[in-house]
């Protein structure tokens, strides 16, 4: 196996999801987010894993996504996140993924391929758009809309939901958009129940809102980015102890590589494309066989992102390449050919530094960084911290 590589450590992730269950009461539903292969940690794993920790749900956000768990044997309910196209419909029906649809024109789609697969009772959720923006009906419209899924045959109405857009935000203006939604959502769910229709398991939390929000948790929660151990947003560490929740996540993720070749340059020369970086002094230059095609994003370098070897951190130089990038070592000699280089992750993995820290220097978020870890970064799931 090549040098650069992700480790998964699925101990943390059920560590994390066993933390978020303890923040959630036992007859809430939990609904884990394993879309975009587990927001690149290995979907097949983590839905096993999520499984064993008493997932009820798993998330998804294509059809082939869910095909994908179905072949590995995973039985629990597959809830589709984003809308599919209409040639997909039939693989959703067949396999058993549980869609959201807000019109009776795409529900009508999945009605007609049950008819045609002889399938009866399937169930799909109503989206409610109570502020995101995405999908979603109005709320005004949901009664006459579950109205109408209800009159589709071979359709039932399994869930209702909404999904928040500020909710990780702590800026007062933001936590009264999330009430506002919050409220809305319950509306619609009230009038779908006065129009004589059940709405089945209700749910809104995301992450953020699983953790700061109890009193919207309703029948499920939809955490995502917390089970794979970054904290959402604002809604940190720190502030979830100051309101007396004690929640320890910890990063599924290390994305560590291997230094394999030390060179030594004189003051005066060049490192990578576009001669951006010059020696000041004679210098030690460590080779890592990672880059841009690996995840390993060139704003990385300019961001000054720092990578651990042997426990000390040192500087990216010059640009990153594709397949490889280069680090400043100095005058130390203790690092040698095919010592560990780790650039985020787990601390007790030598990572001095988590997904989160890089993409909060990087200016973007953690999602981004571990969904950015390509398909040619081979997966290495661990299940304990033995080394
Ligand atoms: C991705 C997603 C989630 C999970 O979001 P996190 O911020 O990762 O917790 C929940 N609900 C919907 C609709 C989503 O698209």
Redesign the pocket.
């Known amino acids: 196996m090549r040098a650069t590589r992700a480790l998964i450590h699925l101990d943390n992730l059920r560590n994390n999801i066993l933390q978020i269950k303890s923040c959630v009461a036992s007859d809430v539903k939990m609904c884990i ?1 394993v ?1 975009a292969d587990a927001y690149g940690h290995g979907a097949v794993e983590c839905a096993r894993t999520a499984c064993e920790c008493g997932a009820d749900f798993l ?1 998804v956000a294509t059809v082939d996504e869910g095909i994908e768990l179905r072949n590995a044997g995973i039985k629990v309910p597959l809830l589709m ?1 984003s809308l599919c196209a209409p040639e997909e419909v039939k693989n959703a029906v067949a396999y058993d993924i549980t869609p959201l649809v807000f019109d009776a024109e795409y529900a009508g789609l999945f009605s007609k391929e049950c008819t045609l697969q002889g399938k009866k009772d399937f169930s799909v959720h109503l989206a409610v758009d109570t502020g995101m923006g995405r999908i979603g009906c109005l709320p005004c419209e949901a009664a006459q809309t579950a109205a109408g899924i209800a009159a589709l045959d071979n359709i039932v109405l399994g869930g209702m939901c909404t ?1 928040f857009a500020v909710s990780d935000s702590l800026k007062a203006s933001d936590c009264e958009y999330t009430e506002r939604q919050f409220k809305l959502f319950k509306d619609a769910v009230e009038s779908v129940r006065k129009a004589g229709i059940d709405p089945g398991i209700c749910h809104c939390c ?3 809102a699983t953790l700061n929000n109890p009193e919207m948790h309703l029948d499920m929660v ?5 089970v794979y151990g970054y904290y ?1 947003d604002e809604i940190s560490k720190e502030f979830l102890e100051a309101k007396g929740i004690r929640i320890d996540l910890r990063p599924v993720m290390t994305f560590e590589s291997e230094v394999c070749a030390v060179r030594s340059f004189r003051a005066g020369a060049s490192i990578g494309y576009g001669c951006t970086w010059t020696a000041d002094r004679d210098t030690r230059i460590a080779v890592i066989p990672a880059g841009y095609a690996d995840g390993m994003l060139r704003n990385f370098s300019t961001a000054g992102v720092k990578v651990s070897v042997n426990g000390k951190n040192y500087p990216i130089r010059g640009r990153i390449c594709m397949d490889q990038f280069m680090i400043e070592l100095g005058n130390d000699t203790e690092t040698c050919r095919w010592d560990k280089a780790v650039i985020f992750g787990d601390k007790d993995f030598g990572a001095l530094q988590t997904a989160d820290d890089v993409a909060r220097l990087t200016g973007t978020i953690s ?1 981004e960084i571990t969904c950015g870890i390509s398909k040619r970064v081979p997966r290495v799931f661990l299940t304990s911290h033995t080394r």
């Open positions: 987010a879309k998330a996140l999904h995301n992450s953020a939809r955490p995502g980015i917390i959402a999602y």
